[in-house]
Every structure is written in C-alpha cells, then in structure tokens.
C-alpha cells in the first residue's frame, strides 16, 4: 500500500471484506513489513483490560497499534460507542495513523452514511481522503455456502 493510503472496505457482513483485509496483510508480511490485525471489539477490550491490570503495559500495546506499518481494523462500527471513552480512542487511534500517513484496511457493516450517527464527520473525512473505499454488496456467503473452508486431510 502507498504511503498512507489504505482500504476501507463497506457493506453486508459475509461479503469477503475481513478475507480480502487478511490477504492484504499477507503480502505486506511477504514483503517484510509490519502490520497488526485486530477486530474493533477486541481493540476495545484489550485497551480497557490492559488499562485497569497494567497503564505501562496498555501504553505499549497501543503504542504499538499506533506505529505498526499496516493497522487490519476489523468491524468497524461493532464497538460499544455509548461509553464515552471508547469513541474518543477510536478517534485518536485512526487519526494517528492519519497524522503519520501509515496506510490502514478498515472493515466495516456501515455505510459512510450510517457512521455520521457515532463518529465525528472530520474522521469520516479524513477516513475518505486517506483511503480508498469499497462497497460490496450481495447476500452473505456463509448462508449461501460459497465460503470454502480448508478440508481435513485423512
């Protein structure tokens, strides 16, 4: 990905955005790079469990989700917004990345539309003008069954 540009990835849950996010990792992997995939909700617990056991080691792990070459953020939109902090963070750790122009994949169930609702219109902004976005649309492949999982081996 160029410097500071990156992918958000928008639509119906089950349409490959989280397998297309992981593939890109991939090659910046296979190319030497850093990145760190993590799901919002997850991004969310971590800080706040990390935060309450040990502040150096929260400072440390969100240092790290700050500088890695290539942040994953999966779901975006799936974190509880109506406690105070958590907006704030999401807030800071997309606009640092911004700031330093390290590229980012974002996936999201929400249209740029639906997120007017729970995040500040100056990130969305900046979240349009770093990255390119992709709408993809269709029913989910898991009901479908055209998702295909590594078979066993006998």
């Given at each position: 990905?160029?410097?500071?540009?990156?992918?958000i990835l928008l639509g119906a849950?089950?349409?490959?955005?989280?397998?297309?996010?992981?593939?890109?990792?991939?090659?910046?992997?296979?190319?030497?790079?850093?990145?760190?995939?993590?799901?919002?909700?997850?991004?969310?617990?971590?800080?706040?469990?990390?935060?309450?056991?040990?502040?150096?080691?929260?400072?440390?792990?969100?240092?790290?989700?700050?500088?890695?070459?290539?942040?994953?953020?999966?779901?975006?939109?799936?974190?509880?917004?109506?406690?105070?902090?958590?907006?704030?963070?999401?807030?800071?750790?997309?606009?640092?990345?911004?700031?330093?122009?390290?590229?980012?994949?974002?996936?999201?169930n929400l249209t740029f539309e639906?997120?007017k609702g729970t995040y500040e219109?100056?990130?969305?902004?900046?979240?349009?003008?770093?990255?390119?976005?992709?709408?993809?649309?269709?029913?989910?492949?898991?009901?479908?069954?055209?998702?295909?999982?590594?078979?066993?081996?006998?």
């Open positions: 990905m160029a410097k500071g540009k990156g992918l849950c089950g349409t490959m955005k989280t397998t297309l996010s992981v593939a890109i990792m991939r090659v910046q992997i296979a190319r030497g790079g850093s990145c760190y995939f993590i799901p919002m909700t997850t991004l969310m617990d971590e800080i706040f469990t990390r935060h309450a056991m040990n502040k150096e080691d929260c400072v440390r792990f969100e240092q790290r989700i700050r500088t890695t070459q290539l942040l994953v953020v999966d779901d975006l939109g799936s974190e509880n917004t109506d406690v105070g902090w958590v907006r704030s963070k999401v807030d800071s750790i997309l606009t640092e990345g911004y700031t330093r122009m390290l590229p980012c994949s974002i996936t999201s639906e997120m219109m100056w990130l969305i902004d900046r979240l349009r003008h770093a990255n390119m976005a992709l709408m993809f649309t269709g029913e989910s492949l898991r009901k479908s069954g055209q998702v295909f999982l590594p078979q066993k081996k006998h």
